[in-house]
């Protein structure tokens, strides 16, 4: 097995289209054009010998770092030798072309690089033909083209290009690899260049123009801030859709079989963060997303009024195997597309609607034919109320009754009600009414184990897993007679590992972070205002090379 670099030391760029992932030691590992859910171009991640990679380093480097350029998603990797520093900021320009960028810089001198750029197309499936143009070479697969200008003497090899060069202080080079489609003409190294000739300054102030709208001034603004510039990574400007992540086929646990495609629009984790947007004043994204999904209901994979994922670029999600990656870490078999997309996961209409309900709120009423859509969608919801599905973790085998798919089926009939009050909005009041009340009884008869003195994960069952947390953050069970607080001992009972929140104790040592922020929410909206702090605070220190947090003492800040 070849060597991989830790998660941890990738920063991540992108251009509201497609993304690219960026080791500490200046190479790009894994990139997909042009868009999130293309196939890849640079795939070293999941394997370092056939999946291609474009690197930039300083060979004779004794220190390496890597941080953002101040409030933006430009990354800035640096090389600390004997004779000075050596720096690369990458970056994708949000506009024009669809391209990577990558500024090679000496401060101090003189400074000796080496560069290689090596695609290898469509996961590697894919031969490519290498042309070389002036200053230029043209990488020309059957589906992608790559154009990349060389600004310093170069080689070929292997269907790629290497090249090692030096740098007096002060002095710079700029490479650019731009994206084209087939029948596209190969553009000279001239039109490239003055094509992208502002585009860093552009794409610096894109991003501080689009991060100063932030109202967020409280005690976790950094956080919050480069938090809110991953999200908009994710987001796809052509579709408006919101991709889950940027990478397919990282584990669960490495070597295991666990290994999924995440870089489609997911309504869950989509209808989530548009409710960040939407909390911080960001009513683009928001529309963009409802638009998308407008577009989409009705009209994918399943029988079923929403898929629980769709595709961003047109990108089958089809759940296909790569044989001929060896994954990473070992960690096969790598896939592309995800057959859960095609899976009943009830609770999708539940985040729906309440996004729905915000988004009448925060941002614009809805249009008739979505509240018509959101009726039917009502209608056959309470059609199927008994269903059991594959629940929020994509249970594989046997359908089972999720106590989170029945919280969220609630959300859903509750949100309707809120919103046809709101707005008299037509609606079959007591129809609706009667079916939530029934999910709600069901619960409580249900779910409540009287041995565990808590409820559980699936009617009738004995495991808690970390979504009961939604019980408390649907508003279902608010009131003071409702035993929650018990079920929350035990979760912090069987599932905590320090501060870190397991999602089922099957998952042994395995935290899993998103379950942890969301006890520290549940903890504060209980009271436990110190606990949720602690929780979050020490989830915090999870954070890689690129948190921005100043190093200081926490317990001085304010909040």
């Known amino acids: 097995m070849s060597e991989y670099k830790p998660i941890s030391d990738y920063g991540v760029i992108g251009n509201l289209r497609a993304a690219a992932l960026v080791a500490k030691n200046g190479s790009i590992d894994w990139a997909c054009l042009p868009d999130l859910d293309s196939p890849s171009v640079f795939a070293r991640l999941l394997d370092s010998r056939r999946g291609g990679h474009f690197r930039v380093w300083v060979p004779e480097a004794t220190t390496q770092g890597q941080a953002y350029a101040a409030q933006t998603n430009v990354l800035l990797t640096r090389f600390g030798c004997s004779s000075g520093i050596g720096e690369v900021e990458d970056l994708m320009p949000i506009e024009g072309r669809h391209a990577i960028l990558r500024i090679v810089r000496a401060i101090g001198g003189p ?61 710079s080079v700029i490479w650019i690899l731009s994206a084209r489609g087939v029948q596209e003409q190969r553009p000279q190294a001239s039109a490239l260049k003055a094509a992208f000739e502002d585009a860093p300054t552009r794409t610096l102030d894109y991003w501080r123009q689009w991060l100063a709208q932030c109202p967020y001034r409280g005690r976790w ?15 796809h400007r052509p ?33 989530w963060t548009v409710d960040a947007f939407m909390s911080l004043g960001y009513q683009e994204e928001a529309r963009a997303f409802m638009g998308y999904l407008a577009h989409r209901r009705d009209d994918g994979g399943s029988r079923d009024p929403l898929d629980v994922a769709y595709s961003l670029s047109g990108t089958s999600l089809e759940e296909t195997t790569l044989d001929h990656l060896e994954g990473y870490r070992g960690s096969r078999p790598v896939r592309v597309g995800n057959a859960a997309a095609f899976q009943r996961q009830l609770d999708v209409y539940g985040e729906y609607a309440r996004a729905a309900l915000r988004f009448d709120a925060a941002v614009d009423r809805i249009s008739h034919e979505d509240w018509r859509w959101l009726q039917s969608m009502g209608a056959w919801l309470i059609d199927h109320l008994d269903d059991a599905d594959a629940g929020l973790w994509e249970s594989r085998g046997e359908r089972k009754h999720f106590v989170h798919s029945k919280v969220q089926i609630w959300v859903a009939l509750d949100s309707l009600l809120e919103l046809a009050s ?77 501060r870190a929140l397991m999602r089922r104790r099957r998952d042994e040592r395995n935290a899993f972070c998103a379950c942890s922020f969301w006890l520290a929410e549940v903890l504060a909206r209980c009271g436990r205002r110190e606990r949720a702090r602690d929780v979050l605070e020490r989830m915090l220190t999870y954070a890689n090379h690129l948190d921005s947090t100043p190093k200081r003492s926490r317990s001085t800040a304010t909040s």
């Open 111 to 171: 400074v000796r690089f080496r560069a290689e750029c090596l695609p290898r197309f469509d996961y590697g499936r894919q031969q490519h033909r290498t042309h070389e143009g002036q200053d230029i070479v043209h990488f020309e697969s059957p589906s992608l083209c790559l154009d990349l200008t060389c600004p310093t003497p170069y080689r070929l090899v292997e269907s790629g290009v290497e090249s090692e060069f030096t740098l007096s202080a002060g002095e």
């Open 221 to 235: 603004r950094r956080e919050v801030e480069r938090s809110l510039l991953v999200l908009k990574l994710l987001t």
């Open 239 to 271: 579709s408006g859709g919101i991709a889950a992540a940027v990478t397919t086929s990282l584990p669960e646990v490495i070597g295991g079989e666990n290994n999924w495609d995440y870089r489609f629009c997911w309504v869950r984790d989509a209808c």
């Open 422 to 498: 709101r707005r008299s909005l037509p609606l079959d009041v007591n129809r609706v009414r009667q079916a939530r009340d029934q999910v709600a009884d069901a619960i409580r008869r249900d779910a409540w184990s009287h041995t565990r003195t808590s409820y559980t994960a699936t009617f009738g069952g004995s495991e808690v897993d970390a979504a009961l947390l939604f019980l408390e953050q649907s508003g279902l069970f608010c009131a003071a007679d409702d035993p929650f607080m018990e079920t929350l001992a035990t979760l912090e009972k069987e599932l905590l590992i320090g």
